[in-house]
T-cell receptor
């Protein structure tokens, strides 16, 4: 069965620091998809990025970057020069083909607090 | 551009009462989902609908029913509310029609439901 582990329950940093959010996943499938979502204090869930299992290129989008490593089953998320507006709960999620076809399996989330 | 709209945003029920959570999307998406979010557990899938007229159980379907009224609307009903159903409920939609797809799910703002 698929599983997503976000071992960091809470992280607190000071503005302008870099921070990495860890995500480790388990799946028996060779084809799967990984996602990151952001949940700000207002409560909505915002899609950030999708990564296909066959595409191991890392991705950078502004201050955000993602490091996908199949060898360690990890899909980590780094925020460079963090800002107060980055404060949110961040969820990593997995979708594979062995479980319920459309089910996203979410990690338990990492609460990031960026202090001014 | 509204995206996914959920009503109501907040609700308090007494044990044994029934209610229906409403969800509508205006993105012409094929698939729709209902999740519940509980502290420290990420999001768990209750039911999903791959297309109009079809629904399937997710990870935690007990105590819930759903109706895919048309392509836009997907409702979640609690027939006899229990305190264990106190949670934040999210509706989501995605474009995919195929069983296995990498399309991201787009979420509504959530409904905070308390059952006394």
């Amino acid at each position: 069965a698929q599983k997503v582990t976000q071992a960091q329950t809470e992280i607190s940093v000071v503005e302008k620091e870099d921070v990495t959010l860890d995500c480790v996943y388990e799946t028996r499938d060779t084809t799967y998809y990984l996602f990151w979502y952001k949940q700000p204090p207002s409560g909505e869930l915002v899609f950030l990025i999708r990564r296909n299992s066959f595409d191991e290129q890392n991705e950078i989008s502004g201050r955000y970057s993602w490091n996908f490593q199949k060898s360690t089953s990890s899909f980590n998320f780094t925020i460079t020069a963090s800002q107060v507006v980055d404060s949110a709960v961040y969820f990593c999620a997995l979708r594979d083909v062995s479980g319920s076809a459309r089910q996203l399996t979410f990690g338990s989330g990492t609460q990031l607090t960026v202090l001014p | 551009n509204a995206g996914v709209t959920q009503t109501p945003k907040f609700q308090v029920l007494k044990t044994g009462q029934s209610m229906t959570l409403q969800c509508a999307q205006d993105m012409n998406h094929n698939s729709m989902y209902w999740y519940r979010q509980d502290p420290g557990m990420g999001l768990r899938l209750i039911y999903y609908s791959a297309s109009e007229g079809t629904t399937d159980k997710g990870e935690v379907p007990n105590g819930y029913n759903v109706s895919r009224l048309n392509k836009r609307e997907f409702s979640l009903r609690l027939e006899s509310a229990a305190p264990s159903q106190t949670s934040v409920y999210f509706c989501a939609s995605s474009r995919d029609r195929e069983i296995y797809s990498n399309q991201p799910q787009h979420f509504g703002d959530g409904t905070r439901l308390s059952i006394l």
